[in-house]
């Protein structure tokens, strides 16, 4: 697959996202609309219940504040994704949701553990070592552009707040990690030159035959043709324009 075949734009890239986020809402509606309390569906650590929080806690928030901060993040990150990774986005999207929520399982502490920000943190994790390690000038901006609107969160990868699940948030990271460590193919490449591909002669290039072994450009290239070793001489044309 070309690399300009992968930055293709369609209803999916925002779609997906919002019809994500409408869920998460939607969920956060029916609990204040009929006074249920999804808390327990979250992950509680080393519990066999607790199983359960890994697919139900990022659809599960605490309050209006705490669904507020993770659904701008979500829906830029998951537009990104869909944009920028399209063959890989789902992949990225459910594993880590399973592989993040499962990490926070077994690290975090004897509490209900919710919401989207571990998710998130798989997503700002991916997005900027895959854009790094992939070398596509892209993909780097991306990187470059997600350390500049989201770079601050590593600070809640540690337990510097009451109240928040650093272990998720620590889960997340270490899950964009893995991700973009194993998710290799289906990636934007950067483009390679001629002279950057592994069967590259600088002798048989004809750009490099108008220069001498001391860099002096040759007007008039020698070549020789034939068993007779006839030779040809082609002349370089300069053009000028004048200035008025």
């Keep these: 697959m070309k690399s300009n075949e992968h930055f293709k734009f369609s209803t999916g890239v925002i779609a997906y996202p919002i019809f994500f986020v409408l869920i ?3 969920v956060f509606w029916f609990e204040v609309r009929f006074g249920f309390r999804f808390n327990k569906y979250g992950i509680y650590p080393k519990t066999a219940l607790g199983l359960r929080g890994v697919l139900f806690s990022p659809f599960i928030h605490g ?10 993040p979500l829906f830029v990150l998951s537009t990104a994704l869909f944009y920028f990774y399209r063959p890989i986005a789902w992949k990225v999207l459910f594993y880590g949701i399973l592989i993040s ?4 399982w077994c690290i975090g502490r004897p509490s209900y553990h919710i919401g989207a920000s571990g998710l998130i943190y798989v ?3 991916f997005t900027f070592f895959k854009g790094v390690f992939a070398k596509h000038y892209r993909l ?4 470059l552009m997600v350390v500049f609107l989201y770079g601050s969160m590593i600070w809640y990868t ?3 707040e009451e109240g928040v699940s650093w272990e998720g948030h620590l889960a997340g990271l270490i899950t964009g990690l893995l991700f973009a460590l194993f998710f290799r193919k289906s990636i934007a490449k950067p483009k390679k030159y001629v002279w950057e591909q592994p069967n590259y002669n600088e002798d048989d290039d004809p750009f490099l035959k108008h220069f001498d072994e001391n860099g002096n450009f040759i007007e008039h290239l ?4 034939g068993p007779e070793e006839t030779k040809e001489q082609t002349t370089v044309n300069y053009i000028y324009k004048s200035e008025k």
């Excluded at 929520?101 to 926070?104: A, I, Q, V």
């Excluded at 020698?222 to 043709?225: A, P, R, S």
């Design 24 to 26: 998460i809402w939607l």
């Design 63 to 72: 309050d209006i504040k705490h669904i507020y901060h993770n659904t701008i």
């Design 101 to 104: 929520g499962f990490l926070t």
């Design 123 to 125: 997503l700002v994790s």
């Design 140 to 143: 780097i901006a991306l990187s």
């Design 158 to 160: 540690m337990p510097v």
């Design 222 to 225: 020698e070549v020789e043709e």
